[in-house]
Structure formats: structure tokens, C-alpha cells
Nanobody
Framework: VQLVESGGGLVQPGGSLRLSCEAS????????MTWVRQAPGKGLEWVSD????????NYTDAVKGRFTISRDNVKNTLYLQMNSLKSEDTAVYFC?????????????WGQGTQVSVSS
């Protein structure tokens, strides 16, 4: 399993970023995928899940209405569109592969991409 995130950076509050995660080494379109983040000095926080076809998504309350998870099963790529960013969204964002459906264990991680929201 290989997951490579990109798209992080420094953005002002209210701005937008789009994270990408290129997947390889497994059959991407048969696994649920997830985004997890870790803010400075804090533990891991689940952000969002998406099912295999991309038509069912879930979000933590903190990002509902601002973030959108999606996937392209032809390009084997997972995305996270982040709008109306807040300082509390500052974190390292990890793309992850689930062993099965929502709630199952994560059995593959990317290296993470830093998102910093600051004026």
C-alpha cells in the first residue's frame, strides 16, 4: 500500500485548499478511504470517510459544510476540498485506507501533508 498526499500549504483564514492522495499497491476502488488530521500537540482526529463508489460520505461536525471528500477511481486518487478554512484546521492531514467499511481499522497511511491556516 502506498498513499502519497499533496496540496498542503499556508493559507489565510477563509481561504481554500485541495488535498490530493494518490494511491497504489492495492485495488483502490474496493476500499473505503478516510482523511485524518493531527493538530500541533494533539492526537489524531478523524475528518471524513468515503465509500468505494464515492456516493456516501461522512464528516466530523467541525468540518461539515466546509470540507468535501471525493475520489476518482480511474485516477486512483482521493481528494479533500477544504473551504472557509479556520485557524483550528491547522494540522497535518493524512490520507488513509480502511480495511473494510466505515468504522473498520485503518491499515494504510500516507506520510501526511501540512496545512497551516494563519494571517
Amino acid at each position: 500500500v502506498q498513499l502519497v498526499e499533496s496540496g498542503g500549504g499556508l493559507v489565510q483564514p477563509g481561504g481554500s485548499l485541495r488535498l490530493s492522495c494518490e494511491a497504489s499497491g492495492f485495488t483502490f476502488n474496493t476500499y473505503y478511504m478516510t482523511w485524518v488530521r493531527q493538530a500541533p500537540g494533539k492526537g489524531l482526529e478523524w475528518v471524513s470517510d468515503i465509500n468505494t463508489s464515492g456516493d456516501t460520505t461522512n464528516y466530523t461536525d467541525a468540518v461539515k459544510g466546509r470540507f468535501t471528500i471525493s475520489r476518482d477511481n480511474v485516477k486512483n486518487t482521493l481528494y479533500l476540498q477544504m473551504n472557509s478554512l479556520k485557524s483550528e484546521d491547522t494540522a497535518v492531514y493524512f490520507c488513509a485506507k480502511r480495511a473494510g467499511a466505515v468504522g473498520t481499522a485503518i491499515n494504510g497511511w500516507g506520510q501526511g501533508t501540512q496545512v497551516s491556516v494563519s494571517s
